[in-house]
């Protein structure tokens, strides 16, 4: 009896590893990273980096270094638009960048486009008006 009850405790704890190995396992996520350049193709120091997913939710920003590169790490697997912004310009978005588990996606963000500057607002005698 003892040994049938030993037999069946390893058998046991041999299924929960397994279970726990392939049903538990965390999927492994990936990089997100690149380079912003400006006009002249010079990279662009702290420049914002602006990431969402390709769905459009999810929106994120961080910094270029002083070099212009970005690395992003632990980013999930899926599809992404990426765009940078830096001194009053902007790149176009970089759509669908595909970031697979344990890889790296790599984009390069060309600043070309002026950032609209909002209307001015100017107080009147009769309330604030749009210039």
């Not at 990273?33 to 459009?56: C, F, H, R």
């Not at 270029?64 to 176009?92: C, H, K, P």
């Amino acid at each position: 009896m003892r040994k049938l009850r030993f037999e069946a405790g390893i058998i046991l704890l041999i299924l929960a590893a397994c279970a726990g190995g392939i049903g538990y396992a965390k999927p492994v996520d990936g990089v997100l990273g690149g380079i912003v350049l400006n006009t002249k193709g010079a990279p662009v120091n702290a420049a914002e980096i602006l990431w969402q997913s390709a769905d459009g939710t999810a929106p994120h920003a961080t910094r270029a270094d002083a070099g212009g590169r970005f690395r992003i790490a632990g980013v999930r697997q899926g599809l992404y638009d990426v765009r940078a912004q830096a001194a009053g310009m902007t790149s176009e978005w970089q759509h669908n960048v595909v970031v697979r588990p344990g890889g790296e996606a790599s984009v390069t963000l060309r600043l070309s486009h002026r950032i609209p500057r909002p209307a001015a607002v100017r107080p009147s005698g009769s309330g604030n008006q749009t210039y």
